[in-house]
Nanobody, 122 residues
Framework: QLQASGGGLVQAGGSLRLSCTAS????????VGWFRQAPGKEREFVAA????????DYGDSVKGRFTISRGNAQNTVYLQMNSLKPEDTALYYC?????????????????WGQGTLVTVSS
């Protein structure tokens, strides 16, 4: 089971760090990704990290501002979000998939967390 946390209210230009924690397991040999969905919009790929942690991928709208990383405990993945914009406001989900390559499509992932809300005020 995945648990996403760290969301909240922040002013534009601020930062937040989201955490995705796997309970009862580790993320070893799993691709881990972050997605977001704003009200009235489709789910959007945000970032992903390979199971080795050596390769990452980012959506165009967050590239250069967000960083995905794995924690030392092997059961946590972080999403550091800097220079936040009002358009980053969304419910953020973490997900994991048992593949050894990077994927942006939701079908790649078979485990999903419940989401954490990020609100960026202007």
């Amino acid at each position: 089971q995945l648990q996403a946390s760290g969301g909240g209210l922040v002013q534009a230009g601020g930062s937040l760090r989201l955490s995705c924690t796997a309970s009862g397991r580790t993320f070893s040999r799993y691709l881990v990704g972050w997605f977001r969905q704003a009200p009235g919009k489709e789910r959007e790929f945000v970032a992903a990290i390979s199971w080795s942690g050596g390769t990452t991928d980012y959506g165009d709208s967050v590239k250069g501002r967000f960083t995905i990383s794995r924690g030392n405990a092997q059961n946590t993945v972080y999403l550091q979000m800097n220079s936040l914009k009002p358009e980053d406001t969304a419910l953020y989900y973490c997900a994991a998939g048992p593949v050894d390559w990077l994927g942006r499509g939701p079908a790649t992932y078979n485990n999903w967390g419940q989401g954490t809300l990020v609100t960026v005020s202007s």
